[in-house]
């Protein structure tokens, strides 16, 4: 069982920057990829950014060259650095951890924290 908890979400104005923490109650350096994923009002979930033990990394073409993903191996944490922040990036931004283990994805999600944009 891994316990995800996300930080870092507020309220800013459109143009601006937030820096989204997600801590793990484990290592994550056994974990195959860790990611952000968001949900807007009335919207279906959807992926932001991912990473992969290896560091490799996905992002959604509405973020892209605006958002960049890291991971901390050491203080188990995975960022989500979000800048030129626009009022459709505003939505409950979650954590999520997947881990690969005898062919079985077992999945995590995090409680979300909330980011509003200004316009």
């Known amino acids: 069982q891994v316990q995800l908890v996300e930080s870092g979400g507020g309220l800013v104005q459109a143009g601006g920057s937030l820096r989204l923490s997600c801590v793990a109650s484990?290592?994550?350096?056994?974990?195959?990829?860790l990611g952000w994923h968001r949900q807007a009002p009335g919207k279906q979930r959807e992926l932001v950014a991912a990473?992969?033990?290896?560091?490799?990394?996905n992002y959604a073409d509405s973020i892209e060259g605006r958002f960049t993903i890291s991971r901390d191996n050491a203080n188990n944490t995975v960022n989500l650095q979000m800048n030129s922040l626009e009022p459709d990036d505003t939505g409950v931004y979650y954590c999520?951890?997947?881990?690969?283990?005898?062919?079985?994805?077992?999945?995590?999600w995090g409680q979300g924290t909330q980011v509003t944009i200004s316009s």
């Open positions: 999520k951890a997947d881990l690969y283990s005898n062919y079985v994805v077992r999945t995590y």
């Open positions: 484990q290592s994550i350096s056994n974990i195959n990829i």
């Open positions: 990473i992969t033990r290896s560091g490799d990394t």
